[in-house]
């Protein structure tokens, strides 16, 4: 008679256990979905700002020299650029993975605080990610 018992229980928790298994993954997916469908595939938006800046705040500081070549790859960074030239200041909206790329390339990252200045064409610029 024990075993019958044994069997029985086997027979429910078994199909209980999955049925829990496959309901935390449908939650899990859905809240997922959920979150890229509201702030897009590649997360919040994000607005790159480049502000011009004067040489005698680059003290002890690193600074990255910008080529034509750099700004072409980097059609985000270009944009920003053209914009602080004429303007002072430039901002311009990117994806999560242009911003991935600049950090990778650059150090242009929002939550460091020692990013370098980069240089294009005798100007100096800082740059900072804002989140919305």
Avoid: C, W
Avoid at 23 to 49: C, F, K, M, S
Avoid at 83 to 107: R, W
């Amino acid at each position: 008679m024990e075993a019958k018992n044994i069997k029985r229980l086997l027979v429910i928790v078994v199909p209980a256990f999955i049925g829990v298994i496959l309901l935390v993954a449908t939650v899990v997916l859905t809240y997922t979905a959920a979150v890229a469908l509201i702030t897009g595939i590649d997360g919040p938006t994000q607005e790159l700002v480049v502000e011009r800046v004067q040489v005698e705040y680059l003290e002890n500081t690193s600074v990255i020299h910008l080529t034509d070549q750099d700004l072409k790859q980097y059609p985000v960074l270009e944009s920003a650029i053209r914009d602080a030239a004429v303007q002072i200041s430039g901002k311009t909206p990117m994806t999560g993975v242009e911003n991935l790329v600049l950090i990778e390339s650059f150090g242009i990252d929002a939550r460091e605080g020692d990013r370098p200045y980069l240089e294009y064409e005798g100007a100096y610029y800082s740059t900072r990610v804002l989140l919305h």
